[in-house]
């Protein structure tokens, strides 16, 4: 409880008063109802009387408690609470008046709920109305038993609400200690406690202030060097320069970005069941951008909201519309897409509501706004501004390529090499002729070592039918069954023993479009191949033939791979597939472990297990035989092959087919070559969502109960009635919208977005409901200073950087944090700001920190997001098979706010520090205090890493002592030097752990682990050990990860 | 009204009639302190009495097909492979069927079972063995028919993404009475996790302490659980007496209690990292109670996890949450049809399901624990036959599905509800998603209607605006 606002009506109790006890318990408590009953709207701060405002405190009492028996649909005792007119006339329908409206002791109604006596009291064999709830309701009749018509509710009852109000300027305070002050803020502060009888707080040391201001700022702990150069600068301006430094740092822009991506709701996945990924990543960097540009509030706003719209959009304004395509896509099965578009919009009017007007408008999708003055229809009328965008469910266009330019300049030389390239290329065609018709002949004399044979029995054993061709060759047809097992039985002519078995995957016209495969995606995946030596006499047994090593011209590529190898591992569930190779002949070559004499009769048996389901099943085959035993060399181009069968030499209609093979593949173009493909699988350019407006605009309908299938009356776009209205030539359009969001007579957006700024370098907004500056929301504890910034904003041009540098260059924020057992009694929330604010520092930052601390931090700026170590088994997403693939390169260490986002798998660590999944905006996240936080700062691999690396980091230092190193280690985590106590626990820890790893030397190396990566080779590993086990502890103090 | 602190956690006039319950004191201790000096947690206790006090969900995610399992309906059989009357499906939408469906009888037998002659297919036969000890609800239903949106339903009470989901009410209603388990336990079996992805468990607008805590079934139970490789206990501990050292000595300069409970909770963290460990050895099971269930050690199963869920209400966690997935029989394939994939979950789940309840019972633990068993929908009593599909399959279905529950005071024995011929619509006594979260709360000692937390200006309740108990239901 904040002693300014307890009421009169509370603290000049005397101690005897039956209230006393209950007062002194709401003050310790801090308890909320009488808070807010107390609370007084901002331009009665001063005033006296304590209001209890019906509608929020004490209508919900009566509704909990009463309505049941008197109410709408019972009036016991002829009582009826829920209406004023009936409730002020009395029980008896009106004949006995149970509120004496100023005369709270002689009201009746008063006497039953707090009478002693369980017969009497009111309600009846029920728990009784708690304390505070029985004082609130005296209060109430005491103050006049105010009760506003409910049916005016839409008519302006809450447009005297403080906050729809336009900001007002007010003369600077003048408080008496002005030698405090150090800027406008500090007058409307210390004018508060002053009237509190309260002193400010002294100035924090200077280490704690540079800490502070640089996690603010950037969101990283100062360098040792920064704290050097900043304790040496003892100038006037030293602070004042440092602040401009971390302004102008490209990590400003990151820190603020943070901040915003989760009102953005930004995320790299789409949400819902499948959870795909989608490429949004150009949003999250033009956010970055423009905060580092300090781009003005308006601007920002305006191309976020209808950027798109501009005349003339560039690329950057379009890519700013993704805010509000970061919405969730549901791509399940059975999803309308209606119902889905219609929830994204949904989503867009609320994120809107929130964002710029803190407001909560959801509520007003079902039903016109229980507290606040938004009714069904203003809704729909917000909604239309977004309900004409061209994004439908469930796919995720419109997308717009979006390079950077750095991207595009790239592009450009690459288009422009390919080109040169091919040129370079053909001109050697011209002149290869005969070196193609060498390299024809040499094929056609490989090809003559195999020999085709043909199977005397084909069976299938699930369904297909094989029937053998005229050629020789062995199709698929009939039954399409989902996996099987092809068998085939041969009768090998005497002759030099057999090598190798080849089996060529062919195409047939009467496959799926004319691949190989049975499968509609022309894939194939052959499990396991068996072969067996057949007895030359019946009874005997047979005999399995081994195999040595099985190759193919082609396999396909990515995770899992799919290896001509696998078909003879002896694991079913692994094969050869071709996928993106389909549509071509391929074919695969085995070798036997040990030649196969042939003799005559000599039977084998061939088994081919194709295991995989979904009828990836072999087509078309045709087999071969060879006594040369292989070269090492890979098999041939299965295409190749069939066309040198047809027609070995040159002169055919096949000559192109031949001639690309052949530029493809002879080692004499090799360079050029090579460096062609490597050109062709550069990276594509990025995609990003972009809004894009219908050319004709949809109607919006009210939507009953927010059903999209009960559209009501139709509705124009527009914002809600309470708020003052857009002018008259406004279109009504996104961008009539933003510049609304912006205009001068908007009460809402520059208050709401210079408290979140207020928020995040104090801690707290000055009101402390950062999304709820409705009925419901916390009243401003400054009001005034709440709106000389909102009006100071607007005349700064919005600009971010200098409302933010007004409100760190205060001797308010510059006040130490530590927490007298005085203010911890008065003032536990700090919203008199009494003192500097103390707080565990977010997510991403808990992993910056470290990172920083620790040397490893990537410093770049932007690009698509990145895959950190994190546990396996954490993705695991219902019908996607899509994988972390953790990165190994410099990008296992960047900022936390590139972390690759998964919405229905966020990156663990960052859900244990409250980060949110960004299914929806989150306003303010909600922090907690568990020991899953302790676990995972403790034990998370990518932590201890970073403990490796700073401990390798003092190793490395030019520092003689352990004193000296553990020092620095100390100041890279906390920015402050240790006491001798500290340095006394942590020598002590470290002298410890040196005897335990100098004695397990095996631990030590399990423990540092990839000192390459983190840049610790050649130090002792025992010594490493040691210092990692302390700088794990510096890693988890609490100052480490607190911002103070 | 929400405190607006915004480093401490939101915090309300919660249950205002309660005394201190024993959920504060267990709250306090447990992963339930939130962030900012000297709050408490918002466990009360509960409201009034309380049959039950914990819950043991089993959620079949993707739904198993009622009409295969438990609501037999011989006129299917009259009509297999028949187009359904069209009066059925009349502004029907569908998730996957298109055009007029044809009926599909079910391939199974169903049989009365026990004294309570409750009908039950051949799939179950562990389940019909223990039939007098259910409460069969045939007449649930829901108001969505995609997995995500209705598993979220189900779970939240709202379909809406950002609602909390019922154990973290309960979580937030009763807390733990477990030192050091979290109250809200997650367990998953079956390859996937459920549709609705993390918002099953999550704890919307209430503190973060409150959701679901996910142990896992591969490496570490709870992640991060493990000291890093090449540091062992001693270390371990001398590191973290070094931290409380340091952390105190940082405290008596600061003030700042927030360091108090991260050093309160440093502690709790080597307490887990003891008891967890401890709560997944099965080791000090008879092999009588492992092959009742049908547990295999080390091995991942629906079965280890049911047994799982026994020995965390054991140890006072407040809801266990299970999810198996692969019910979601549409019939594309054999992965996916009635006649293979259907009776394959059956296996997987049958003789554990029913275990759980017995070895509750004979531990005099089922009395005040609920078990819930059930999808998040039903499916259609017509075939799908999705692009001409040869397999059998229903598609989903929102009308009508079947769940069955034990223990907490349920009515035992009892089959409550009925649909009509095809099974299509409910004829009697339709329970709604709210009206099984009031019931369920009822027995917890929790009115669903008093049970609100306040955000964004609106009191919000598990049960959304709906809801209420069926007090046929309980014994």
Redesign the interface.
């Known amino acids: 409880m904040i002693p300014s606002l307890t009421p009169p009506a509370v603290r000049p109790l005397p101690a005897g008063s039956p209230w006393a006890p209950i007062a002194t318990l709401l003050l310790c408590l801090g308890?909320?109802?009488l808070?807010?009953a107390t609370g007084a709207p901002a331009t009665a701060l001063q005033a006296d009387t304590p209001q209890v405002d019906f509608k929020?405190q004490i209508e919900?009492i009566l509704e909990?408690h009463c309505w049941k028996c008197h109410g709408e649909k019972k009036q016991k005792a002829g009582l009826r609470l829920d209406t004023k007119k009936a409730a002020l006339l009395g029980a008896d329908f009106g004949a006995e008046p149970v509120i004496l409206p100023g005369d709270s002791s002689g009201s009746r109604l008063l006497q039953v709920i707090a009478a002693e006596d369980e017969d009497e009291r009111m309600p009846p064999r029920a728990?009784?109305?708690?304390s505070?709830?029985i004082e609130l309701i005296r209060q109430w009749i005491q103050a006049g038993a105010s009760w506003p018509d409910p049916t005016s509710k839409e008519q302006g009852l809450f447009t005297d609400h403080w906050a729809y109000r336009a900001p007002q300027p007010s003369p600077l305070p003048t408080p008496g200690q002005m030698d405090w002050v150090r800027n406008e803020i500090d007058r409307f502060v210390l004018q508060r406690l002053e009237a509190e009888g309260l002193e400010p707080s002294p100035e924090a040391e200077r280490e704690t202030l540079l800490r502070r201001l640089c996690l603010d700022l950037t969101g990283l702990p100062p360098t040792p060097q920064q704290i050097e150069r900043f304790l040496a600068d003892d100038s006037e301006q030293a602070y004042e320069d440092l602040v401009d430094r971390l302004l102008a740092s490209p990590h400003y822009g990151e820190r603020q970005a943070r901040a915003w991506l989760d009102l953005a709701r930004y995320a790299d996945t789409n949400g819902?069941?499948k959870?795909e990924r989608r490429s949004i990543w150009r949003y999250r960097d033009w956010v970055i951008d423009a905060y580092n540009a300090d781009m003005g509030f308006e601007q920002f706003t305006l191309e976020q909201i209808a950027g798109d719209l501009l005349p003339n959009a560039t690329l950057e304004q379009q890519i700013a519309t993704g805010f509000h395509r970061n919405t969730?896509i549901?791509a399940?099965?059975?999803?309308?897409p209606e119902e889905s578009r219609v929830a994204a919009v949904m989503d867009r009017a609320n994120t809107t509501g929130s964002v710029w007007l803190g407001s909560?408008l959801?509520?007003a999708q079902c039903h016109t706004?229980?507290?606040?003055p938004f009714s069904h229809r203003d809704y729909y009328r917000l909604f239309a501004y977004f309900n004409s965008s061209e994004d439908v469910g469930p796919g995720d266009g419109p997308r717009l390529l979006a390079p950077t330019s750095q991207m595009q300049k790239r592009e450009e030389l690459a288009v422009a090499e390919l080109a040169q390239l091919d040129l370079e290329l053909s001109a050697w065609e011209a002149s290869m002729e005969t070196k193609l018709v060498q390299a024809l002949a040499e094929a056609s004399e490989r090809e003559a070592d195999w020999k085709q044979i043909v199977p005397s029995t084909y069976t299938s054993n699930e369904g297909s039918t094989l029937a053998l061709l005229n050629e020789g060759t062995i199709l698929s047809l009939g039954g399409n069954p989902?996996m099987g097992t092809y068998e085939f039985s041969f009768e090998l002519p005497a002759g030099p023993a057999l090598q190798r078995l080849r089996l060529e995957a062919l195409t047939h016209p009467t496959l799926p479009e004319g691949g190989s495969a049975r499968s509609t995606h022309q894939n194939f995946v052959l499990s396991e191949v068996h072969l067996d030596l057949l007895p030359l006499q019946a009874g005997a047994e047979e005999v399995p033939i081994s195999l040595a090593r099985a190759s193919a011209d082609y396999s396909q590529p990515g995770t899992p791979t799919w290896p001509a190898q696998a078909t003879i591992d002896g694991r079913p569930g692994t094969g050869w597939a071709i996928g993106s190779g389909v549509g071509q002949p391929h074919q695969l070559v085995i070798e036997l472990e040990a030649p196969l004499e042939l003799v005559e009769g000599r039977r084998v048996r061939l088994r081919l297990d194709q295991n995989y389901?979904?009828a990836h099943m072999l087509g078309h085959l045709r087999f071969s035989v060879s006594s040369e035993s292989g070269d090492g060399s890979p098999p041939f181009d299965g295409r190749i092959v069939q066309l040198l069968r047809e027609a070995p030499l040159l002169g055919g209609e096949h000559d192109g087919v031949l001639r690309e093979w052949f530029l493809r593949n002879t080692p004499l173009l090799k360079e050029p070559r090579d460096r062609k493909r490597e050109l062709e699988a550069r990276d594509p350019l990025p995609t990003t969502l972009v809004m894009r407006e219908l050319e004709t605009p949809r109607t919006t309908h009210i939507l009953e109960r927010g059903s999209f299938l009960s559209p009501g009356k139709a509705v124009t776009p527009g914002v809600p009635g309470v708020l003052p209205q857009p002018d008259a030539d406004s279109p009504p359009n996104r961008l009539g919208l933003a510049r609304w969001l912006t205009s001068p007579h908007n009460p809402l957006t520059a208050r709401v977005t210079v408290n979140r700024l207020w928020?995040q370098v104090f801690?707290?907004?000055l009101?402390?409901?950062?999304?709820?500056f409705?009925?419901?929301?916390?009243l401003p504890s400054h009001p005034a200073l709440l709106d000389w910034l909102a009006l100071q904003f607007q005349t700064d041009d919005w600009s971010t950087k200098r409302i933010l540098r007004r409100m760190v260059l205060s001797a308010t924020y510059r006040q130490a944090?530590?927490?007298?057992?005085e203010l911890?009694k008065r003032d536990?929330?700090n919203r008199l700001l009494a003192r500097g604010?103390?707080?565990?520092v977010e997510a991403e930052m808990v992993r910056d920190i470290a990172l920083s601390a620790s040397g490893l931090l990537n410093p770049n700026i932007g690009g698509p997001s990145v895959f950190p170590p994190q546990?396996?088994?954490v993705w695991?997403?219902?019908?996607n098979a899509d994988s972390w693939m953790t990165a190994t390169d410099e990008n296992r260490f960047r900022r936390g706010l590139y972390t690759f986002w998964r919405?229905?798998?966020?990156y663990?660590?960052f859900m244990?520090f409250?980060a949110t999944?960004r299914?929806?905006a989150c306003l303010?996240r909600?922090?907690?205090?568990?020991?899953?936080?302790?676990?995972?700062l403790?034990?998370?691999?990518a932590f201890?890493e970073a403990a490796v690396a700073l401990a390798g980091r003092s190793l490395r230092a030019p520092a003689a002592r352990d004193e000296e190193r553990m020092t620095l280690a100390f100041r890279r985590c906390t920015g402050r030097s240790p006491?001798a106590?500290?340095q006394r626990?942590?020598l002590?820890?470290l002298v410890?752990?040196r005897e335990?790893y100098a004695m397990d030397p095996?631990?030590?190396?399990?423990?540092?682990?990839s000192p390459a990566a983190l840049g610790t080779e050649g130090l002792d590993p025992s010594e490493l050990?040691a210092w990692t086990?302390v700088c794990?502890?510096l890693l988890?103090?609490?100052?480490t990860i607190?911002r103070? | 009204m929400q405190d607006p602190n915004k480093r401490g956690s939101s915090r309300r006039h919660f249950l205002k009639h309660a005394g201190s319950g024993l959920g504060v004191a267990a709250m306090g201790q447990l992963l339930g302190v939130p962030a900012s000096a000297g709050q408490q947690a918002a466990a009360r206790g509960p409201h009034f009495a309380a049959k039950a006090k914990r819950v043991i969900y089993l959620h079949m995610a993707g739904s198993p097909s009622q009409l295969d399992l438990f609501d037999e309906k011989p006129a299917l059989a009259k009509l297999d492979g028949k187009e359904i009357p069209t009066r059925f499906i009349e502004n029907e939408r569908f998730a996957f069927i298109k055009g007029v469906p044809k009926v599909l009888a079910s391939p199974y037998k169903f049989k009365q079972h026990g004294e309570s002659g409750a009908n039950i297919s051949e799939l179950l036969p562990h389940l019909a063995g223990i039939a007098d000890k259910l409460t069969i609800v045939r007449s649930m239903h829901t108001e969505q028919f995609n997995h995500g949106p209705a598993q979220i339903f189900l779970n939240t009470g709202s379909a809406t993404i950002g609602r909390p989901s019922f154990g973290s009410w309960l979580s937030y209603a009763l807390g733990s009475e477990s030192r050091d388990l979290p109250a809200f336990v997650v367990l998953n079996s079956g390859s996937y996790l459920p549709s609705g992805g993390a918002s099953c468990w999550g704890s919307g607008f209430l503190p973060s302490v409150h959701q679901g805590v996910r142990f896992r079934s591969q490496g570490d139970p709870v992640l991060f659980l493990s000291n890093p490789e090449g540091m062992d206990a001693r270390t371990r501990r001398r590191s973290l007496d070094a931290l409380a050292q340091l952390n105190r000595e940082h405290l008596s300069d600061s003030g700042d209690p927030e360091i108090e409970t991260r050093i309160a909770q440093y502690e709790l963290s080597e307490r887990m990292q003891t008891s967890v460990p401890a709560l997944a050895d099965l080791g000090s099971e008879s092999q009588a109670t492992l092959d009742m269930y049908g547990v295999t050690p080390g091995q991942a199963s629906f079965a280890t996890n049911a047994l799982m869920a026994r020995r965390l209400i054991e140890r006072g966690s407040r809801f266990v949450q299970l999810f198996h997935w692969g019910w979601d029989s549409h019939g594309t394939g054999p992965g996916d049809d009635i006649m293979t994939s259907l009776p394959l979950r059956c296996e997987q789940t049958d003789r554990a399901s029913a275990a759980l309840v017995a070895d509750l019972e004979q531990r005099g633990l089922l009395d005040e624990t609920l078990v819930v068993w059930g999808g998040e929908f039903g499916r259609t009593p017509m075939n799908e036959e999705r692009n001409g599909s040869k397999f059998f399959g229903r598609d989903h279905h929102p009308h009508a599905f079947t769940i069955w529950m034990a223990g907490g005071g349920l009515k035992p024995g009892l089959t409550y509800g009925a649909t009509d011929e095809l099974g299509y619509f409910i004829e009697a006594n339709p329970v709604s998603v709210n009206d099984l979260h009031a019931t369920l709360l009822h027995q917890l000692g929790l009115d669903h209607e008093r049970l609100t937390y306040s955000h964004q200006g609106r009191d919000f309740r598990l049960t959304d605006v709906a809801g209420s108990v069926h007090r046929a239901l309980l014994a």
């Open positions: 308890t909320q109802p808070f807010a929020r919900p909990q728990a009784a109305l708690d505070d709830q819902y069941e959870d969730m549901n399940e099965g059975g999803v309308d909560t959801a509520c706004h229980k507290y606040d989902s389901g979904g928020d801690g707290r907004g009101v402390g409901t950062t999304e709820d409705g009925t419901q929301g916390e944090s530590k927490l007298s057992e911890r536990p929330q604010a103390r707080y565990r546990p396996e088994g695991q997403i219902t019908y919405r229905t798998a966020p663990p660590t244990a409250d999944s299914e929806l303010r909600s922090p907690s205090n568990t020991p899953l936080q302790a676990l995972a403790l034990n998370d691999p201890i006491n106590e500290e626990v942590l002590q820890l410890a752990e335990h095996d631990a030590a190396r399990q423990l540092i682990h050990a086990v794990n502890v988890n103090l609490d100052e607190t103070s």
